[in-house]
């Protein structure tokens, strides 16, 4: 089974910062997809950017990036020049090829922009 | 486009009632996927819809849990006999297609706030 950890709780951040945001996985699957959400109080979830293990390169969408580390297991989120827009629940998600698509989600991390 | 709707937003019950809530997906989505999140926790996979195949209903938490789909259209989540601890958010979610080597984005709907008091 796949496991899906983020260890920060809460973090905080001023506006126009960065921050980087800690997620690690557990799986046997060589083939697989990692994905952060943003969950504002509407509790609307919205995909903020999503990785393919085989691809080595970092995806990157405009303020976000990623880092991940395969052997790790590590897949972290960077946002830059944050915003107070940014603040929100923020989850890392796991599908393989024996999931049927079907995300795991980690427990989330509460990130807070302060102006 | 319209995105993913869920009915009602809001649902309050007592102990013991049934509960029906409602999802339809985007137009020509054919996986559907139902998910509850509880307070300040993160999202756990309930039931997978795929076209026409059987769902996958690995993810439910009980025999008083379970759902339909309609086609490739509207889905409802039965929860019955409801408990306290039933008491989340549930979110559905579509996507263009669920299997094949190639995952596509999951769409979510706002999600059903049920309080089973």
């Known amino acids: 089974a796949q496991t899906v950890t983020q260890s920060q709780p809460e973090m905080s951040v001023q506006e126009a910062e960065t921050v980087t945001l800690s997620c690690t996985y557990d799986?046997?699957?060589?083939?697989?997809?990692l994905f952060w959400y943003k969950q504002p109080p509407s509790r609307q979830m919205i995909l903020v950017i999503r990785?393919?293990?085989?691809?080595?390169q970092n995806a990157t969408e405009n303020r976000f990036s990623v880092n991940f580390q395969k052997a790790a297991k590590s897949f972290s989120l960077k946002i830059s020049d944050s915003q107070l827009g940014d603040t929100a629940m923020y989850f890392c998600?796991?599908?393989?090829?024996?999931?049927?698509?079907?995300?795991?989600f980690g427990e989330g991390t509460q990130l807070t922009v302060n102006p | 486009g319209a995105g993913v709707s869920q009915s009602p937003s809001n649902k309050v019950t007592e102990k013991g009632k049934d509960v029906e809530l409602r999802c339809d997906p985007i137009?020509?989505?054919?996986?559907l996927y139902w998910y509850r999140q509880r307070l300040g926790q993160g999202l756990e996979f309930l039931i997978y819809?795929?076209?026409?195949?059987?769902?996958?209903k690995s993810g439910l938490p009980s025999d008083r849990f379970s759902a339909e789909r309609t086609g490739e259209s509207v889905s409802t989540l039965t929860i019955q006999r409801t408990q306290q601890e039933d008491s989340a958010v549930y979110l559905c979610?579509?996507?263009?297609?669920?299997?094949?080597?190639?995952?596509?984005?999951?769409?979510f709907g706002p999600g059903t706030r049920l309080t089973v008091t």
């Open positions: 979610a579509s996507s263009l297609r669920g299997t094949g080597t190639v995952s596509y984005e999951q769409y």
């Open positions: 799986t046997s699957e060589s083939n697989y997809y």
């Open positions: 990785q393919e293990a085989y691809k080595q």
């Open positions: 998600a796991f599908t393989g090829e024996t999931s049927g698509s079907r995300l795991t």
């Open positions: 137009s020509g989505h054919t996986a």
């Open positions: 819809f795929q076209g026409n195949s059987a769902p996958d």
